[in-house]
Nanobody, 122 residues
């Protein structure tokens, strides 16, 4: 089992940047694929990015490709999401999640953090 805690959210102007972090407990962090999802008010939770167990493979939603970068440091049990060129439509609660396999589907992730709010003003 793993517990996840996100941090780094905040209020930023359009065009700005943020770096989200997700710290994981436990000794088996490298056993999990890590994903980032987001949920805006009134909308379903959507996939943003994922990174493979050793960080060698990443995959992004089309809406964030080229602007967001996902990375991980298994020695620190932490996964990151760098958000650049932010747009108002990126406003949402961002969640990190852990899964055993590569997936972009929320229901295939077993563990979730509590979320961190990202608000982008125009």
């Amino acid at each position: 089992q793993v517990q996840l805690v996100e941090s780094g959210g905040g209020l930023v102007q359009a065009g700005g940047s943020l770096r989200l972090s997700c710290a994981a407990s436990g000794r088996t962090f490298s056993s999990y694929v890590m994903g980032w999802f987001r949920q805006a008010p009134g909308l379903e939770r959507e996939f943003v990015a994922r990174i493979s167990w050793n960080g060698g493979r990443t995959y992004y939603a089309d809406s964030v490709k080229g602007r967001f970068t996902c990375s991980r440091d298994n020695a620190k049990n932490t996964v990151y999401l760098q958000l650049n060129s932010l747009k108002p439509e990126d406003t949402a609660v961002y969640y990190c999640a852990a899964a055993y396999g590569l997936s972009s589907r929320p229901n295939e992730y077993d563990y979730w953090g509590q979320g961190t709010q990202v608000t982008v003003s125009s």
